[in-house]
């Protein structure tokens, strides 16, 4: 930048823009405007819980209003993104089923929709602001800055910029440029306090000791958080941003640079309303972080939650439908999504909660729909092959119904339909299963073998009557004792699906060969 472009005197933003409340009141307008909120996650690392939050209310705030949700990568910072990271979140957030109007994958009216490849519409809208006198040069070092806020702690004074540079001279620039200094480009705050009514929180008031001047663009022209966020949303004509508490902080210095937008003709210069979404609690009452195992999104996707069981948690949150009302779907929340009433609370994450509220959406499936979500579990434990012959087709659809109504994730369907799949000589019984049985279990294996070999009706009924009698009153055994071997010898487990229509379906020989085996290994 040179500094003819620039004004003889700074102007203060305070005189040059109109303040938050005057445009408020001079664009009523905008208010009914089409709503058109963002998502806007930063590519690093594995896509967690607090992201899809944030993506699931912004999507039902859109959704509700008939709105558009525009989807925008905040990957400015090169030593932290990822290409990988970025198609992890397009990936899951595809998983769940959360649809975005612009983006981009998708393109749209403000394309590109990745910051990366913005860079120099920011390089334009920094300029004009430093010329318009809303930003200035500031030349101060970290070590001068470090001294200062020193300082300034131990006076007791507000420790943030002391404004050093707000209105050097020309001369004083010079001197500072010929002794080697590169400028940062600051923003310059009005100077007075700014209120603004948070969508969650009501009327918050910032007063201006404690937002001071703020950097915009790093000495090497490299672009911020601090000027790129709010470019893009005024760029993009966003109307409400709703985001999580950890950035209220920044909201009075965007509301002050929408100001300063506006006044330099960037954006459609209406306001931007601002909701605040509660943080997300952990174990042990502390943040819900990142690197807490149980924040990674694609971790439920592996373990088989449903998309709409882990989006039904997630909108409990912060959220709720009504006072005794945990299960809806998205089309209910959509419907009733009313962000005045996110509660302002710190809301607690809690994964036997998640578990359940999945297990009640599991429940509720379709059986065929709840077959066929098996298959991608399956598959991957390599019990099923892809496609899926036809054969395994019918026996998973008969298998199914067993278990729908006991499972907490889809995963579990590896472990307690495994010995359906698996071939005999694959087949193996879990060694504490067979430590919980003693010689005299071979009695009952033998008897098992003996009425089975024979019985022509190989239904579940038919199966339950004739063990029943062979086991239960001829040896006079308790059903436990009775059935707990033969279980173990079909199903490998202790725990199964109910037996006798898991024998059913394994059929005579499959069951035969089991007992059989079993009953040798015990010898
Ligand atoms: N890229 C920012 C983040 O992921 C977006 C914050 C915002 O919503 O303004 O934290
Ligand atoms: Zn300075």
Redesign the pocket.
């Known amino acids: 930048m040179t500094d003819s472009t620039e004004p003889a005197t700074p102007t203060p933003a305070a005189s040059a823009a109109p303040s938050p409340t005057g445009r408020r009141n001079a664009t009523p307008v905008a208010a009914a405007a089409a709503v058109r909120v963002r998502f806007?996650?930063?590519p690093t690392g594995v896509p967690h819980v607090g992201l899809a939050r944030t993506a699931l209310f912004n999507w039902a705030f859109a959704r509700h209003h008939h709105g558009s949700l525009v989807f925008r990568i905040?990957d400015t910072d090169i030593a932290r993104d990822s290409e990988e990271s970025y198609q992890m979140l397009v990936d899951v957030l595809g998983w769940l089923g959360l649809s975005w109007d612009e983006g981009p994958d998708i393109g749209g009216p403000h394309a590109p929709y990745r910051q990366s490849q913005r860079m120099d519409i920011y390089a334009d809208v920094a300029a004009r602001l430093h010329r318009a006198g809303h930003a200035y040069e500031c030349f101060c070092t970290p070590e001068e800055l470090d001294q200062r806020r020193e300082a300034a702690r131990t006076a007791g004074q507000p420790s943030g910029y002391d404004g050093h540079c707000r209105n050097l001279t020309h001369a004083d620039r010079d001197r500072a440029r010929a002794q080697g200094r590169e400028p940062v480009l600051r923003f310059r705050m009005p100077g007075h306090t700014i209120t603004f009514t948070d969508l969650v929180r009501g009327e918050l008031s910032f007063a201006p000791e404690h937002v001071p001047d703020y950097v915009l663009v790093r000495a090497n022209a490299h672009p911020l958080?601090t000027l790129v966020?709010p470019v893009d949303d005024a760029l993009m004509g966003i109307t409400h941003?709703l985001?999580g508490e950890d950035?209220l902080s920044s909201t009075p210095r965007q509301i002050a640079l929408h100001a300063a937008l506006a006044d330099i003709g960037v954006g459609v210069g209406a306001p931007i309303a601002f909701g605040h979404l509660p943080y997300v609690m952990g174990e042990g009452n502390r943040k819900l972080s990142k690197r807490d195992p149980e924040s990674n999104l694609l971790l439920y996707r592996e373990r088989g939650f449903l998309p709409e069981g882990l989006l039904n948690y997630l909108a409990l949150l912060g959220w709720s439908i009504a006072e005794d009302r945990d299960i809806f779907d998205m089309s209910e929340m959509v419907e009733a999504f009313d962000i005045a009433r996110v509660n302002p609370n710190p809301a607690r994450f809690d994964l036997r909660k998640c578990e359940a509220i999945n297990a009640a959406h599991l429940r509720q499936l379709d059986p065929g729909d709840f077959a066929n979500r098996l298959v991608p579990h399956l598959q991957a434990a390599r019990l099923l092959a892809d496609p899926v012959p036809a054969e395994d087709a019918a026996l998973l659809a008969a298998a199914a119904p067993l278990v729908q109504q006991r499972m907490v994730t889809l995963g579990e369907a590896v472990g307690m339909l495994g010995f359906l799949f698996r071939a005999e000589t694959d087949f193996r019984v879990e060694s504490e299963a067979i430590e919980s049985l003693g010689t005299e279990d071979g009695r009952v294996l033998d008897a098992a073998e003996a009425t089975l070999e024979e019985l022509g009706d190989f239904s579940a009924a038919g199966v339950q009557a004739a063990l029943r009698a062979a086991l239960v009153d001829s040896l006079g055994l308790k059903p436990k004792l009775a059935f707990g071997p033969v279980r173990i010898a079909v199903t490998g487990r202790r725990v199964s699906p109910p037996l006798f229509e898991s024998i059913e379906l394994l059929g005579r020989e499959r069951t035969l060969a089991r007992i059989r085996a079993l009953r040798a290994a015990l010898g």
């Open positions: 806007c996650p930063s905040e958080y966020n941003v985001r950035l």
